[in-house]
């Protein structure tokens, strides 16, 4: 009995030395994901794709963004107010008959600006097919772009029924102005009363 206290004196002193061995051996809990390792979800931009038929009477310009695509179906009347127009960053298809052409006229009284294809919309494959455009001070503008045209009819626009700038490389089958400007009082420039003005490096592809 008397060697006791040195046992546990002993023993003691050797808990003190392998417990710090033992809490090592343990092992860690999974380690928390840093932020970076994260993998953050993915994003598309969706293309958003509008139809109209039948009357569409718009109450300003309309945007067909980057991204998007109107289609407009054969019959269709399309309504502008005055000095408006309709500004092409995507696609615009218009899918007029020779039997039932689709028609862009004014809403009110005072002529729209027409259609306006921004260079956003080079190669996205616009396509105007039997289209008449009235009451416009702007038949169809191209900047930059490249969209194909069959069968566009521009009657009596105030100033150019198509106008072509920044290096427009349009294709223009079947281009009919029927008389430009006769409304018009007469202006201190030369830019009214004409039918195709191709300007700034513009090549367009013209077939009657």
Not at 7 to 13: D, E, F, G, K
């Amino acid at each position: 009995m008397k060697h006791a206290p040195s046992t546990r004196t002993a023993l003691s002193l050797v808990l003190l030395f392998v417990l710090p061995l033992l809490l090592h051996m343990v092992p860690a809990g999974p380690d928390v994901l840093e932020s970076d390792d994260v993998d953050e979800p993915q994003f598309t931009q969706a293309r958003a794709q509008t139809t109209w038929s039948g009357t569409q009477t718009l109450t300003g310009s309309y945007t067909i963004g980057v991204a998007d695509e109107v289609i407009i179906q054969p019959c269709t009347v399309v309504q502008l107010p005055a000095n408006e127009r309709i500004v092409v960053d995507g696609r615009l298809t218009v899918l007029g008959t020779e039997t039932c052409p689709v028609l862009l006229e004014a809403s009110e009284l005072g002529d729209h600006e027409g259609i306006q294809f921004n260079s956003s919309s080079a190669g996205r494959g616009s396509l105007i097919q039997n289209l008449t455009i009235e009451d416009a001070i702007y038949g169809v503008t191209v900047y930059g772009s490249n969209p194909v045209m069959e069968n566009l009819t521009v009657v009596n626009p105030d100033r150019v029924a198509v106008d072509l700038f920044q290096s427009a490389t349009p294709r223009i089958t079947d281009l009919f102005v029927d008389q430009a400007g006769r409304e018009l009082p007469f202006q201190n420039d030369w830019r009214y009363g004409l039918g195709l003005s191709i300007g700034a490096g513009s090549t367009p592809i013209v077939n009657r």
